[in-house]
T-cell receptor, first 116, second 110 residues
Framework: GAVVSQHPSRVICKSGTSVKIECRSL??????MFWYRQFPKKSLMLMAT?????????EQGVEKDKFLINHASLTLSTLTVTSAHPEDSSFYIC????????????FGQGTRLTVV | DAKTTQPNSMESNEEEPVHLPCNHS???????IHWYRQLPSQGPEYVIH???SNVNNRMASLAIAEDRKSSTLILHRATLRDAAVYYC???????????FGSGTRLSIRP
């Protein structure tokens, strides 16, 4: 089946620095990708919808200036956590689907971000 | 977005069938019923999806009620590796958002 690759799988950064997470669709073109964050023992929370060639659509309560999303090509979307703080520590997951009708979604393996 | 309701947790014995229920009473005619599961520290994994008819694949079966207001994911013979959180989600197209509910945490007893 189709694969979505997310990198890095783990990252530790200092407070105040920025971290970039990449999400790639390896064998299909993804017009739309989704970014989630997940706290321990909780469900996935949708942060934003990433659209190729246009601005991302953020969910209510998600700071667009803090979580920068770029979807420059049909196979790559990036999430940059700017000026990270310990409360940004979380599990971040991306998702993508093939275009054309109703298909299953594929998820990256997730990125564990720890801000110290 | 139409909402789904699932039990918080379920337990089953290894090598026995598991029936995971999902209620979606506000489902629209164009919503597909999707199931995903998430193992610890991993991204969710697709399990199965359907519209009206029951569906089978190598992982599971999906039984959809005639009025489509509920569905059941069936794992025919549970293994320890099936221990995960299972999410039932409604989706009308590949571009539509996937909103996760709280899911069902499935535990498998050896």
């Amino acid at each position: 089946g189709a694969v979505v690759s997310q990198h890095p799988s783990r990252v530790i950064c200092k407070s105040g620095t920025s971290v970039k997470i990449e999400c790639r669709s390896l064998d299909f073109q993804a017009t739309t990708m989704f970014w989630y964050r997940q706290f321990p023992k909780k469900s996935l929370m949708l942060m934003a919808t990433s659209n190729e060639g246009s601005k991302a659509t953020y969910e209510q309560g998600v700071e667009k200036d803090k979580f920068l999303i770029n979807h420059a090509s049909l196979t790559l979307s990036t999430l940059t956590v700017t000026s990270a703080h310990p409360e940004d520590s979380s599990f971040y997951i991306c998702s993508a689907s093939e275009a054309g009708g109703n298909t299953e979604a594929f998820f990256g393996q997730g990125t564990r971000l720890t801000v110290v | 977005d139409a909402k789904t309701t699932q039990p918080n947790s379920m337990e089953s014995n290894e090598e026995e069938p598991v029936h995971l229920p999902c209620n979606h009473s506000t489902i629209s005619g164009t919503d597909y019923i999707h199931w995903y599961r998430q193992l610890p520290s991993q991204g969710p994994e697709y399990v199965i999806h359907g519209l009206t008819s029951n569906v089978n694949n190598r992982m599971a079966s999906l039984a959809i009620a005639e009025d489509r207001k509920s569905s059941t994911l069936i794992l025919h013979r549970a293994t320890l590796r099936d221990a995960a959180v299972y999410y039932c989600i409604l989706r009308y197209s590949s571009a539509s958002k996937i909103i996760f509910g709280s899911g069902t945490r499935l535990s498998i007893r050896p």
